[in-house]
């Protein structure tokens, strides 16, 4: 316990933290012990084993058979034992590709979201090879994805909205695709100035071997690299929570407790020229059914205030978590019964109709619009009713309408909301600051 009396992890003193047993721990595969072998790194794995004086077997050749298949999804950076909470998104997704091919399944539908997420350019053909020789084994392949290689080797192309695809005048993704449309390369770049730098050293997480990068301040900076290098385990892992405990360090998460010795030899210079850290990640935004990309920016409270001026009624009485929730549903606007094995339908509440608010909110107008309207509305639709009206709510709108939210309803529920959009109402939340936000390092990222 510290002087501070909070509880800290630490390595089991019997085993090291190895988690064996003394008969494991004394049993060994040419000098290496099962807790070893399942710490290296999959590629590392892979020749240590086809070196190793071992007697052929059914299961050795399946154990090869599984650690080439990794490999060959680009995951062979990844040790057998690295926690599943510390995968990416891509590696998640890679992971279960790899499964599936070792399950040698056919007949089947797969549904994937930006499987190239975290992949070089380099290492996307082999994904493609291996997503086809899923189709070829009488699969069926269905893939979200932004990447022009992957969209051009598809059998076939939905982009939802115009038809006849690639010769559409309409569709933003087509001419992309037939280059008659490039971005712009930009060819000015804003000055690094020398005395204002971030830097890390002895970067040791994951497969960092002592690292030392330096981040110049004042720019934008793009992290690159193919899978495993280390980018995430650079940020996210190593930098992020360095920056946590000089900036923010009543922040300071219990899962990072028990992480000092493997950084314990990490340096970050360069702190004095930063107020704050942060993250702008694809985790789900809202922490509960009933928010919203209203409630999450805090323009709501805004909103609310309008309409308790406009009534004489107090602001709670215009939102669903106070007392101006439907008390049936309680501010749902749908009623869940309950069918048997865990399954439950959903049906609209007949006491508010569907609002989720009383019926005494649902009276009150602002130039001819409930409360409940106000949650109906777009971001384009939005910026133009609240023009006038409310300056912060105006500059939030105008900001979402800048990172490409103009379609998102107010009142859309945050579990609906993709990564993406929830990355880019987040960076919208901080932009909306101005000059509030100085001297900020913003880390953006998938998850």
């Not at 490999?71 to 499964?99: K, N, W």
């Not at 998460?253 to 950084?263: C, I, L």
């Amino acid at each position: 316990m510290s002087q501070a009396g909070i509880l800290h992890k630490g390595s089991c003193p019997k085993c090291n933290g190895s988690g064996l047993g003394e008969q494991a721990a004394h049993t060994w595969i040419a000098g290496r012990t099962i807790s070893e072998l399942e710490q290296m790194p999959i590629s590392e794995l892979g020749e240590f084993l086809k070196s190793a004086e071992i007697k052929p077997s059914q299961l050795l050749t399946e154990v090869m058979t599984k650690l080439d298949c990794l490999m060959d999804v680009g995951l062979h950076h990844l040790a057998l034992a690295r926690p599943i909470p510390t995968l990416s998104g891509g590696e998640l997704q890679r992971l279960f590709l790899a499964s599936t091919i070792i399950a040698d399944m056919d007949s089947m539908i797969f549904v994937f979201d930006e499987p190239t997420i975290g992949l070089h350019e380099i290492e996307k053909q082999k994904l493609m090879d291996i997503i086809k020789g899923l189709v070829k084994r009488g699969n069926t392949v269905v893939a979200v994805e932004h990447d022009a290689t992957f969209m051009r080797c598809a059998d076939y192309l939905i982009d939802l909205g115009p038809e006849e695809f690639l010769g559409c005048r309409a569709s933003k993704t087509a001419p992309y695709l037939t280059s008659e449309s490039e971005r712009d390369i930009r060819t000015e770049f804003r000055p690094v100035v020398n005395a204002k730098k971030l830097r890390i050293e002895n970067a040791t997480r994951h497969n960092l071997q002592q690292v030392t990068v330096e981040f110049p301040l004042g720019v934008m900076v793009g992290i690159a690299g193919v899978s495993g290098s280390g980018k995430s385990s650079l940020l996210s892992d190593t930098l992020v929570p360095k920056l946590k405990e000089v900036l923010h360090p009543k922040e300071k998460d219990d899962e990072e407790d028990g992480d000092d010795e493997e950084d314990s030899g990490v340096r970050l210079y360069g702190t004095e020229y930063l107020n704050k850290c942060l993250v702008i990640d694809q985790k789900p935004i809202g922490g509960s059914r009933l928010s919203c990309p209203a409630t999450y920016t805090g323009m709501f409270d805004r909103v609310r205030a309008l309409y308790a001026k406009e009534s004489g009624l107090p602001a709670g009485r215009f939102s669903v978590n106070a007392e101006g929730g439907c008390i049936f549903c309680k501010g749902e606007g749908v009623v869940h019964y309950p069918v048997g094995f865990g399954q439950y339908v959903d049906v609209e509440c007949d006491s508010c109709g569907g609002s989720g608010f009383t019926a005494e909110a649902m009276q009150v107008k602002v130039d001819g619009q409930t409360i409940r309207d106000i949650l109906a509305m777009t971001v384009d639709e939005a910026t133009a009713f609240f023009q006038g009206k409310d300056k912060q709510i105006g500059s939030m709108l105008t900001t979402l309408q800048r990172v490409g939210m103009g379609y998102l309803t107010l009142g859309q529920k945050t579990p609906t909301i993709s990564g993406g959009e929830s990355q880019r109402i987040k960076l919208a939340k901080e932009l909306a600051k101005g000059v509030n936000a100085k001297d900020c390092l913003y880390v953006a990222g998938r998850s």
